[in-house]
């Protein structure tokens, strides 16, 4: 199973470029800034972020970053 899953397509991302804006989220949101950093990636690649963190999801549906967030059960 490793081998497959060493097989998968990953991309990575630095994360030092994110930092900025996912600590300004962290502030405005009071979250972490672990979470902060994904729904950072997610606002510049033009993208969304699936979680099944149902605290950091109501919090982030209830700001202007709602369209940058999906919960994981409404992935198909």
Do not use: G, K
Request: hydrophobic share 50%; net charge negative; proline share 4%.
């Amino acid at each position: 199973m490793l081998s497959e899953i060493q097989r998968l397509p990953v991309t990575t991302f630095a994360h030092w470029p994110l930092l900025p804006a996912a600590l300004d989220l962290a502030i405005s949101l009071d979250q972490m800034v672990y979470d902060c950093l994904y729904l950072a990636l997610a606002e510049t690649r033009n993208s969304v972020m699936v979680t099944a963190d149902r605290r950091f999801h109501d919090v982030v549906s209830d700001s202007i970053w709602a369209d940058r967030i999906v919960w994981i059960e409404d992935v198909t």
